[in-house]
């Protein structure tokens, strides 16, 4: 009797095994390398971003301290009222003359204190007042006797201080501009004698000076 000797699977039955692997592999591998695009993408376009806004932050920061600081001080007032403008009293300097002095003493209820700024008076008449320098309201204080008043803080420690002022136009914390309108000069009972001027102070790091000595007047 032959013997019979094994059948060997034949190359039909062989392929449907390899072909059911085949295309999961192709399709993991297509997958894979579609995420890697992508994630490789969203990283290159965020790093752009984050370049292009420090550049802006490191472009832009600057200048505007920049320009700030390099402004000088002016006029708290257009200059096309100077010639119309007069000192009513002076900022109290101990070692001015007697007369200077003199003008420099503020008086109420014959209490005498020294003037810590320039009364200023264009010919007795409400005028338009603004900053002499760029910066930020720090203060706003809203008195009818002694007259409203705004405090603005600006680059290397200098401050202003606008008083005798009526029809405020700021708040604390703007952002104003050098020429920016903040008020208008009025008339207060507390310092009834100069009539309607403006009461202008520079003080820097917290020292008063004497406007004269920023602007000529």
């Known amino acids: 009797m032959r013997e019979e000797k094994p059948k060997s699977p034949s190359q039909k039955n062989k392929s449907p095994k390899k072909n059911r692997w085949l295309w999961p592999a192709i399709y993991s591998g297509i997958a894979i390398v579609f995420v890697g695009m992508i994630w490789g993408y969203n990283a290159f376009v965020q790093k752009d971003k984050n370049e292009t806004a420090d550049v802006t932050d490191a472009n832009e920061q600057p200048i505007v301290e920049t320009n700030a ?28 003359d007697e007369d200077m002095r003199e003008s420099a003493l503020l008086v109420f209820n014959q209490t005498y204190l020294t003037n810590k700024g320039l009364s200023i008076s264009v010919d007795g008449q409400p005028f338009e007042v603004v900053a ?27 401050t202003t201080i606008y008083g005798s002022l009526t029809g405020i136009l700021v708040k604390e914390g703007d952002q104003v501009l050098q020429g920016d309108p903040i008020g208008t000069a009025t008339s207060n009972e507390w310092n009834a004698k100069a009539g309607t001027h403006l009461h202008f102070q520079v003080l820097q790091d917290g020292v008063p000076i004497n406007p004269r000595s920023l602007l000529a007047f």
């Open 132 to 158: 002499a320098l760029s910066g930020t309201v720090e203060e706003v204080v809203i008195d009818e006797f002694r007259g409203s008043e705004v405090t603005i803080s600006h680059a290397d420690g200098m």
């Open 69 to 96: 600081s390099s402004e000088v001080l002016k006029y708290p007032f257009s200059e096309d009222l100077f010639e119309n403008v007069a000192i009513l009293q002076e900022y109290y300097d101990a070692e001015a």
